[in-house]
């Protein structure tokens, strides 16, 4: 899309976005208002929809969505027929079905338009440089009625990608990216992109773990990248015949580019790699918004201090919100809801708000926490999306939020109720300490150990070295789990100090690559694609478990409990 014309198109809504909220709204109940989900609740016109269509989760929704999957084509859900599923769940767990029609896709399409209008505005000639940015896909699925499920990366590249202004612009083949083999997929991908070096002006993947494992990959398999460099022939490892065919228009030998990267991979430190291999990159594009925020020292280490862009908020139910200012710091992101995509309410995350009504979209409050409640155009009504978001500020009238976590509880022993937003913040916490020495935390998780008589948090850290003597101490490491549990809400203070029902935190070290070993283990179990992978922020599956402690190469507990007094009781 034109920048002028996606800027103006922005105003607009914006300046008038509680008026495009209820034409959004009027439009879908309009559309969907003979729906056998709507007619329940006989409504008589928008205002009806507040007092009567109940608030819901996947759960509340499922058998429809199952009837759907099953063969069912009456108007369910909505008018507009279904075309496929998305499937829901980026961190292991089993996946949703979340229904997909024409319209929806079509504002998911204009988003991306609109998000890529605003990085133009601030980066002169960026469609005439490349892209290489990692992308990968899961295999399809077909529900039993024979509709498609597919996750929305899968859906995205398959659909739209051979469609899109943006698409020839970047470095990754569409066969490489639809190979289902990720180490083909990423070798390709790689490959492709040592070949476009000094073409490439932005480097990235869709989450920030996902740049790192590719990141991790070079340092694994640079010197058969630099051979196939150097001959001119393709690895034959890489063996599927779409991939050596479009590369047969790719290879070629160049003896001074592989020397050129055998000089820089060689090192024993990778500080600045992005920028070394690929000199005239301009940003990485990335979320590290969320629990991404973890992997934005290690980005900051590769990338030489690059800005880092994320340009919109976009999950499986939904894509709503674009960041108007895409190089602030990773940090300070906030996205600004597009009141055109979908009836947005809020939920408050306040312990003393017992109301029943949810706030609108225009009458959110500055520094105030919201979950997010979505009506759109493919059947989800009032649904509870289950994200967390804090409002920074306005756009004209359009809201702007940051986003915090998912909503849940991760661990809990006794009374404590220890959220993703806590642990991340204790992380950081932790994180402090480790800055006096030289290393990084390059991923985490966390678990219960519930075989310790009282049960305690355990963290897994995976640690990256600057240097090789940067090893922490293991006065340090055990400094890191005091700050760690100090950071911790009053509740969890208490049942540490006073109740003594919960250990000390332990924190274990595990080997280099073990995170990946996870994720390969999460994606074949899963429905997510590899680049919608995240790390998940607690496991509970005994096998994942099992992998990590199988992978500890030391552990350290908390040397004394965390302050905690009655007064914070009160």
Not at 46 to 59: G, N
Request: aromatic content about 10%; some cysteine; glycine content about 6%.
């Amino acid at each position: 899309m034109d920048v002028a014309k996606a800027l103006q198109f922005i105003e607009q809504v914006t300046e008038n976005a509680d008026k495009v909220q209820q034409t959004t709204l009027a439009e879908i109940l309009s559309q969907n208002g003979g729906t056998e989900y709507l007619k329940r609740f006989n409504l008589d016109g928008p205002d009806a929809f507040k007092s009567k269509v109940p608030i819901v989760t996947y759960e509340d929704i499922q058998p429809f969505i199952r009837r759907i999957a099953d063969g069912d084509r009456s108007p369910i859900l909505c008018a507009q027929p279904i075309s496929d599923f998305i499937i829901s769940g980026t961190s292991g767990a089993q996946g949703k079905l979340i229904p997909v029609n024409k319209q929806e896709q079509d504002i998911r399409v204009l988003q991306a338009s609109l998000a890529h209008a605003i990085l133009k505005q601030h980066v002169k000639g960026l469609d005439e440089g490349k892209s290489l940015r990692f992308m990968f896909i899961k295999p399809d699925r077909r529900t039993q009625g024979g509709l498609v499920a597919r996750s929305a990366i899968t859906r995205f590249f398959k659909n739209d990608i051979k469609n899109r202004a943006d698409a020839m612009t970047t470095t990754s083949p569409y066969e490489a990216v639809c190979c289902e083999d990720i180490f083909q997929s990423m070798y390709t991908q790689m490959l492709c992109g040592l070949y476009e070096r000094e073409h490439v002006l932005r480097v990235g993947a869709l989450f920030a773990s996902g740049l790192l494992r590719a990141i991790r990959f070079l340092q694994l398999n640079w010197q058969n990248l630099t051979h196939d460099v150097r001959t001119g022939m393709l690895n034959p490892r890489v063996d599927d015949q779409g991939i050596r065919g479009c590369m047969a228009r790719v290879l070629r030998p160049e003896p001074e580019l592989a020397d050129l990267l055998a000089r820089e991979c060689d090192k024993d430190k990778w500080e600045g790699i992005i920028t070394r291999i690929w000199p005239n990159t301009k940003f990485v594009d990335t979320i590290v918004t969320g629990s991404m925020s973890q992997y934005i020292p290690t980005v900051d280490y590769y990338s030489g201090g690059l800005p880092v862009t994320c340009t919109q908020y976009a999950s499986s139910e939904c894509s709503c919100g674009i960041n108007l200012d895409p190089f602030c710091h990773p940090s300070q992101v906030s996205y600004t809801f597009m009141p055109h995509t979908a009836y947005l309410e809020f939920l408050p995350q306040d312990p003393d708000w017992s109301g029943s009504e949810l706030v609108d979209l225009v009458n959110v409050e500055i520094g105030k926490e919201y979950e997010l409640v979505v009506t759109n155009y493919n059947g989800l009504y009032r649904y509870r999306l289950g994200d967390k978001f804090r409002v920074t500020g306005f756009h004209n009238s359009a809201p702007q939020f940051r986003f915090l976590a998912r909503r849940n509880v991760l661990l809990s022993i006794d009374t404590d109720k220890t959220d993703e937003t806590t642990l991340q913040g204790a992380v950081e916490s932790a994180y402090k300490v480790l800055n006096e020495s030289k290393t990084v935390v390059a991923d985490y998780t966390s678990y219960v150990d519930t075989t310790t008589i009282p049960s305690h948090y355990v963290i897994f850290w995976e640690l990256l070295l600057k240097d090789s003597d940067g090893w922490p101490s293991g006065e340090v490491v055990e400094q890191c789990c005091l700050a760690m549990e100090e950071a911790m809400d009053a509740e969890y203070r208490r049942c540490r100090l006073a109740d003594k029902s919960i250990g000390a935190l332990e924190i274990r070290i595990v080997e280099r690559g073990s995170f990946e070993e996870l994720m390969d283990y999460a994606v074949e179990k899963s429905s997510a694609a590899f680049s919608q992978y995240k790390t998940p922020k607690c496991v509970q599956l005994k096998p994942m478990v099992d992998l990590l402690n199988s992978r500890v190469v030391a552990a350290h507990f908390s040397p004394s409990p965390p302050h905690w007094t009655l007064e914070e009781r009160l």
